[in-house]
């Protein structure tokens, strides 16, 4: 974005950046069948065990918001692909009032005077989107049959805990002036769960 002769204006923070991100993978065999703790002989163990659990949980912060103005400054040479506005303040809501129809404080921003420089940041120091808390988890059993024949059932659910992720995206959510600004519009990854039976010989 254009600032001349001001190399330093448009330093800001990376528009993926995300500080902090935490993946975790395991896998657990229910001890549950022949040879585990549980119903290790007989019957009962051989129908109901042989299962495993595995899965992937991520958490992880969200990016920063980048908030847009219209381009009233009619400066020269001071075009931009998306304008900024002036921040007059913190937009950054206390957890208790942030809410999807105001996911940050609008009244933070405002477009930039004819003939002034915007204030803003190309990307919020703060105010970032929504961050990500996602489940996926499997539920496997294999049965053995004899010694060279196996069959495989599993479930494989992704978002286990059925978590929206939000997000304000680039539209109108971030734009000033427009009747959505602040609102949070876009959402998804709901959940999903596969069936499978694989026989391997």
Known sequence: QNALYDPDYSKTIEPNDIPRRLVLSYLYEIPIGPGKALFGQGLIGQIIGNW?????????????????????????????????????????????????????????????????????????????????????????????????????LRADITNFFNTPALSLGTGSSVTVGTPQFGRVLSGGGQRNIQLALLFTF
Request: glycine share 4%.
């Open 52 to 152: 495993q659990m595995s899965g992937i949980t991520v958490f992880q912060s969200g990016v920063p918001l980048r908030i847009a103005a219209s381009e009233n400054t009619n400066l020269y040479d001071f075009s931009l692909s998306v304008g900024r506005g002036n921040r007059l303040k913190d937009p950054v809501l206390p957890s208790s009032e942030r809410t999807t129809e105001r996911y940050f404080d609008t009244t933070a921003f405002t477009a930039a005077p004819a003939f002034t420089i915007p204030t803003d940041s190309l990307t919020q120091p703060q105010l970032r989107n929504y961050g990500r808390r996602n489940f996926d988890i499997a539920f496997i059993r294999n049965q053995p049959i004899k010694e060279r024949f196996a069959v495989q």
